[in-house]
């Protein structure tokens, strides 16, 4: 299951094309001047040099049912100087990854997500040190808490690694709580799942149960205390930090679903 949702999230990564580690003399060249985003039927488009764009892979058209996603998607291509790279336009990724998918996609993404709750970050806790085991319960027990009243749902927390089923029950309802949502809805969850390993967290972020800062530091409570006996390698730094940019443009998504 996590194979296949590793899948996806590389899908997500996968965005304008496939040259997110290359340098900058592989890099496509910019071959427009003016950026523009505005309404059309159906929806929102940007437009390069006057022309809408569409994804790279399928060619498919761009057109997005929020005015919010096309302005970041626009600042995202205006942005780009003589190069254009990937790695700076994690909406335009997201955004392509989702159309590309299509709609048929909906019931995997949603399963994806419910597949992840269902062994979840928040319910597979340490042993030792207490320390650590400490930290897991301020932060992860408030979260499994504040689940359980809004779904009206249970969890059945173990500690280690040895599978331990949830309720039926409450992963149908979880399930059932993401029934109607759409394409770039259920693509920024993926994203979520995939970024913080909880697809608790990302239920409850879309529901307005816990704020942004707040998935992110339970979905990191392993790494920071790992930090603070060890001190923080700049690599991993740095790939955290790209990662915080990957999770507040599905946020992003999901707050113009919201508005």
Same mark, same amino acid.
């Given at each position: 299951?996590?194979?296949?949702?590793?899948?996806?999230?590389?899908?997500?990564?996968?965005?304008?094309?496939?040259?997110?580690?290359?340098?900058?003399?592989?890099?496509?060249?910019?071959?427009?001047?003016?950026?523009?985003?505005?309404?059309?039927?159906?929806?929102?488009?940007?437009?390069?040099?006057?022309?809408?764009?569409?994804?790279?892979?399928?060619?498919?058209?761009?057109?997005?049912?929020?005015?919010?996603? @096309?302005?970041?998607?626009? =600042?995202?291509?205006?942005? *780009?100087?003589?190069?254009? !790279?990937? +790695?700076?336009?994690?909406?335009? $990724?997201?955004?392509?990854?989702?159309?590309?998918?299509?709609?048929?996609?909906?019931?995997?993404?949603?399963?994806?997500?419910?597949?992840?709750?269902?062994?979840?970050?928040?319910?597979?806790? @340490?042993?030792?040190?207490? =320390?650590?085991?400490?930290? *897991?319960?301020?932060?992860? !027990?408030? +979260?499994?808490?504040?689940?359980? $009243?809004?779904?009206?749902?249970?969890?059945?927390?173990?500690?280690?690694?040895?599978?331990?089923?949830?309720?039926?029950?409450?992963?149908?309802?979880?399930?059932?709580?993401?029934?109607?949502?759409?394409?770039?809805?259920?693509?920024?969850?993926?994203?979520?799942?995939?970024?913080?390993?909880?697809?608790?967290?990302?239920?409850?972020?879309?529901?307005?149960?816990?704020?942004?800062?707040?998935?992110?530091?339970?979905?990191?409570?392993?790494?920071?205390?790992?930090?603070?006996?060890?001190?923080?390698?700049?690599?991993?730094?740095?790939?955290?930090?790209?990662?915080?940019?990957?999770?507040?443009?599905?946020?992003?998504?999901?707050?113009?679903?919201?508005?």
């Amino acid at each position: 299951m996590r194979d296949q949702l590793d899948d996806i999230q590389k899908h997500l990564n996968d965005g304008y094309g496939r040259a997110q580690h290359l340098n900058k003399v592989e890099l496509p060249k910019r071959f427009y001047k003016d950026v523009a985003a505005g309404p059309v039927d159906g929806g929102f488009v940007v437009t390069l040099d006057g022309r809408p764009v569409r994804t790279p892979g399928k060619k498919l058209p761009v057109v997005v049912p929020a005015a919010s996603i @096309a302005t970041a998607m626009a =600042e995202e291509w205006a942005g *780009q100087g003589e190069f254009i !790279d990937p +790695a700076t336009m994690p909406m335009v $990724r997201l955004v392509n990854s989702a159309i590309e998918s299509g709609e048929e996609m909906i019931p995997a993404f949603r399963e994806e997500v419910i597949k992840f709750a269902g062994s979840d970050l928040l319910l597979y806790r @340490a042993e030792s040190p207490q =320390e650590l085991v400490s930290e *897991q319960e301020l932060a992860w !027990d408030n +979260a499994l808490t504040t689940l359980a $009243r809004h779904f009206g749902i249970s969890f059945q927390p173990t500690m280690g690694i040895i599978h331990q089923s949830q309720p039926k029950a409450t992963l149908d309802r979880l399930a059932e709580s993401l029934t109607n949502e759409n394409l770039l809805t259920m693509t920024a969850l993926v994203s979520i799942t995939g970024l913080t390993g909880s697809g608790l967290l990302a239920i409850g972020l879309w529901n307005k149960l816990f704020s942004p800062d707040q998935v992110w530091k339970a979905a990191h409570v392993d790494e920071d205390y790992q930090i603070s006996q060890w001190g923080q390698d700049e690599e991993a730094a740095d790939r955290r930090a790209r990662r915080r940019i990957e999770f507040d443009t599905a946020v992003a998504v999901l707050d113009a679903f919201r508005a």
